[in-house]
């Protein structure tokens, strides 16, 4: 195997022209020069240098050699370069992927942050609801899942998962603003029992379900969608009314819409997800601190 070292004063070697030179260049005596060069040859198996009075001029072997080794010294430099940016916290790629309540606020929030202080880490934002994302974490197609779990709604964790519990998010009833409901600090989810109701995605549906059986009754759910912005849109529109969490209420975008906490109250788990070896990767360490520190900043609101 070529040895960096040798390559870089083979490359002198050709630049100045003899062992003496480039020895001076790179403050190496010039028999450690010819030593190299010696290795290098039984390395590759032929020579690469033959003498023509007193300069030194390149085989056929050594003018092959030659034209790689510029490229080869650059590409480590390069290599070198990057990985002392990425142990630096200046440079590194970190792939996301939230359930979309969390990629509009909490992402946004984070991101904000690591601009900031380290601007040379890039976010990829994906999108996914649990497990699916949790399951895309496994496969490697990203480095940090960001999930929700209800009570008897755990996600499943496999063994070379870490999980880090980031906050609790309460959930809310989405109601237009002149509903007769509205004028309440909280209401019960059986006082609302009449109502039509949209409902989410499928595991924010199946905890639905089970929270109103526990109130003894079955909604009228007359929409499903995992779409934030559409379960707001039909709550305005008078088509129903939803439980949603709270996050969903720091991008209200109809200002006629209000949430109400629930009695008794009902929250849900978030928690970021990273495979236990990437626990030491400085860059995936640095987003997990602006996820927790952005989660922080909503509690103590």
Known sequence: MLDSRHLATFHEVVRTGSYSAAARALGYTQPAVT????????????????????????TEAGEALSRHTGVILGNLSAAQQQLKGLAGLRAGRVRVCAFPSANATLLP?????????????????????????????VRGECDIALTFSYPGLQVEVPTEVVELPLTEDLLTVLLPAGHPMARRQAVRLSDLSGERWIAGCPRCRANFLHVCAEEGFTPDIVFSTDDNLAVQSLVMAGAGVALVPALVLSFLCHAKLTGR???????RKVSAYVLREHCRVPATILVLDALKAAAAARDGC
């Open 35 to 58: 030593q190299q060069m010696k290795a290098l040859e039984r390395t590759v198996g032929l020579a690469l240098f033959v003498r023509v009075g007193r300069r030194l001029k390149l």
């Open 109 to 137: 929030e984070a991101i904000a942050q690591l601009t900031v202080e380290h601007p040379g880490i890039r976010i990829e934002l994906l999108e996914d609801e649990p497990p699916e994302s949790v399951q895309r974490l």
């Open 261 to 267: 906490a629930v009695k008794p109250h009902t929250r």
